[in-house]
């Protein structure tokens, strides 16, 4: 799961609307998928996430063109649909129900269908929240090459038994293994021609596990 | 005679539907129809709808175009446009269902490009061998013996379209003890024959020897067909259930010449409705197959795992197609391990398109590169039957969140025993929580 910076707002109309609410201290509208701000705030986040989901770093949008910053004007998306596999989807399930903050920018990611299905109301721990100021996946995750896999990142040694636990079932709650056998081929095919002296052509998803990989195998 | 293209303009959740069922470029079989198609696909996508098409456009086409009718009509139905081009020796012919707008109303008619109707009629001239799913299994067959009913049916091995939607199936066990009594009579005939020589000292040594020597001659030439059923088919596939056929003759029942009969392996006899249903369904559809031997024939066969253990599953596409000679099998199934069996150009996954609501194919090969062998990307049997869940059925993922996270709960371990500084105490402790959960979780270490 990438560390990603949400500073980037093109979709300017919302977002001054959504700090109107805050700094009015007003309940948001109800969520749902037919808010005139829906689509603003999904290709935004497909613009800064790079067409990735958040937290699986599978490439869920089709085309890249979709989220070029040509396609807002005066800080509105204006362009068509869209091709992808993502839902909008609330990090912390509370915000989008018992407290009403169901459009909070701070809370939102584009994420795979199915692995915002599973996540679906389940509790949250910031200590994986891919936007906090402080997260660094590679201080926080390790990537095993074997049963391709992410957990918490025991040889760092700067995480407690506790944080460990934390992370892990966050792991597990963000869904960041779902796409194993996807993440699978993709890392292994570069991993094996960096071994056979092969330069591999950049990575477009999955860059975490390829490049802990790449560390861990001193590649 | 096979089915080289199907085309659906509309129908249920098909529009504008062609399915190209011949081999690849590249193929040895290159531009010729396939041997053997395997529809897969979600429940609903329309696999059966696709064997009935077949069904309903070959049933049609056979039935008027064999009556010498050519541009029929046959009046008002549900179906929409389709055809088949079907491949012959000759070349390949399209022929279809179409709507016909008149003025005194719509029709459904059918269509050929080809005008002389003899020449056609020679090369629809095949038989339709149609399975369904819900195949009625009788419990007891020695009882349908005796049914007068049985009496005035055809005689299937006349017959042209086989289609076990009409037919108890069970009639056929009746056309294949024809073949076996006439096979056992001659037999104790000829056996009797050398005896009465044996028995009169007058007989020469050469006339002894001529008789028996015919005898051994016929039976060469004309294979025991009990035997030949036994050793070649179903033993093959019965003796993973520890069942064989009986093939011995011992007289002590009438029926044991008139009956083929079925035993466990140490020679124990079992009677035909004990045995299992998974048994009785692998007999009873391969009966009619070897009993008409079923050549240039098309034969469409829905969910041929029904009952099925696993391991019968993975070898029953290759035991049906080995009972018809130049024919042509359309296999509908939900089993990875039938489906295992086929080669991908002969896979058709079906799909929902979400955008449209329409079924299509998921192609196998790269479209821009061309359907080419070179080009295809699944070759279902080369998978393990992981791959083949993963790979071909889409099942990618865990088969649940509890094996994920004894997965990670593993690389956890395997990690603090590699990196934290433990005693030796607490690393063989560790190395045994590590072996004990890679074992519960099928895990090689490596």
């Known amino acids: 799961m990438r560390k990603i910076d949400k500073s980037k707002i093109l979709s300017a109309v919302y977002k001054k609307w959504e700090e109107a609410l805050e700094n009015n201290q007003e309940h948001h509208p109800q969520y749902t998928a037919s808010h005139r701000f829906h689509k603003d705030i999904v290709m935004n986040l497909y613009h800064i996430q790079g067409g990735l989901c958040a937290y699986t770093e ?102 407690s038994q506790s944080e460990i636990d934390r992370i892990n079932k966050m792991i597990d709650v963000l869904g960041i293994n779902f796409v194993k056998d996807w993440r699978k081929k993709y890392v292994s095919e570069r991993i094996k021609a960096l071994e056979f002296g092969i330069i591999p052509d950049p990575a477009e998803e999955y860059m975490t596990a390829f490049e802990i990989t790449r560390r861990n195998l001193n590649l | 005679m096979k089915v080289s293209e199907l085309y659906i303009k509309k129908y249920h959740q098909f529009e504008d539907f062609t399915l190209n069922l011949t081999y690849p470029e590249g193929h040895k079989l290159a531009g010729q129809p396939l041997n053997k198609v395997c529809f897969i696909g979600q429940s609903g996508t329309g696999k059966t709808t696709l064997l009935n098409v077949l069904k309903v456009i070959i049933l049609s ?82 009882a349908l013996r005796n049914k007068a009913e049985l009496i005035d049916n055809p005689k299937l ?40 020589l044996l028995k009169d000292p007058i007989n020469s040594k050469e006339l002894i020897d001529k008789a028996t020597n015919d005898f051994r001659k016929w039976r060469e030439e004309t294979p ?22 009986k093939t011995e003759l011992d007289f002590e029942k009438k029926e044991d010449i008139e009956t083929i009969k079925i035993q466990q392996k140490n020679g124990k006899e079992i009677p035909f409705e004990a045995l299992s249903t998974g048994t009785k369904q692998v007999i009873l559809t391969a009966l009619p197959l070897y009993g008409l031997k079923p050549k240039d024939s098309i034969i469409l066969f829905d969910e041929p795992e029904r009952s099925l253990y696993p391991d019968i599953q993975t070898e029953i596409v290759d035991f049906y197609t080995s009972m018809a000679e130049n024919s042509q099998f359309f296999f509908a199934t939900h089993s990875p391990l039938v489906a295992a069996s086929f080669e991908p150009w002969e896979i058709v996954e079906l799909k929902f398109n979400e955008e449209t609501g329409n079924v299509e194919q998921e192609l196998y090969y790269d479209v821009e590169k061309g359907r080419h062998v070179d080009n295809y990307i699944i070759y279902p049997q080369y998978l393990t039957y992981d791959g083949i869940l993963k790979r071909v059925f889409d099942m990618k993922n865990e088969p649940n969140n509890l094996r994920m996270n004894e997965l990670v709960k593993l690389a956890t371990l395997e990690s603090q025993l590699k990196h934290n500084k433990l005693s030796p105490e607490a690393k063989k402790e560790k190395f045994e929580e590590i072996i004990k959960l890679a074992d519960q979780l099928d895990w090689d270490l490596k």
Not at chain 1, 113 to 128: F, G, Q, R, Y
Not at chain 2, 75 to 87: A, K, T, V
Not at chain 2, 106 to 111: C, K
Not at chain 2, 227 to 241: E, M, P, S, T
């Open chain 1, 58 to 159: 599978m490439k869920i949008l089709a085309s890249e063109y979709d989220y070029d910053e040509a396609n807002w004007i005066k800080g509105r998306f204006k362009k068509g649909k869209s091709k992808h596999l993502g839902q909008l989807e609330h990090f912390d399930p509370k915000l989008k129900t018992d407290y009403p903050k169901s459009w909070l920018w701070d809370n939102l990611f584009m994420v795979l269908n199915e692995v915002n299905h599973e996540k679906a109301d389940k509790p949250t721990d910031s200590i994986l929240k891919p936007d906090r100021p402080d997260y660094d996946p590679y201080e926080l995750l390790d990537y095993d090459f074997e049963k391709h896999i992410f957990f918490a990142n025991i040889k760092s040694g700067k995480l």
């Open chain 2, 61 to 142: 086409i056979k039935k008027e175009i064999q009556e010498g009718h050519k541009n029929i009509m046959i009046g008002q139905s549900d179906y929409g446009d389709m055809s088949i081009d079907i491949f012959h020796k000759n070349g390949c012919i399209k022929i279809g269902l179409y709507n016909v707008h008149m003025r005194n109303g719509s029709y459904y008619a059918v269509q050929c490009e080809k005008d002389n109707i003899v020449e056609l009629q020679s090369e629809i001239w095949f038989k339709l061998f149609n399975y369904p799913s819900d195949i009625d299994l009788p419990k007891n067959l020695y």
């Open chain 2, 157 to 196: 091995k006349d017959e042209l379209i086989i289609n076990f939607e009409n037919y108890n199936i069970g009639q056929i066990w009746e056309t294949i003890n024809e073949t076996v009594i006439e096979d056992r009579e001659t037999e104790i005939r000829k056996s009797l024959e050398i005896s009465r």
């Open chain 2, 224 to 245: 025991n067909p009990i035997q030949d059923l036994a050793d070649n088919y179903l033993d093959k596939i019965i003796g993973r259930f520890n069942l064989k056929v």
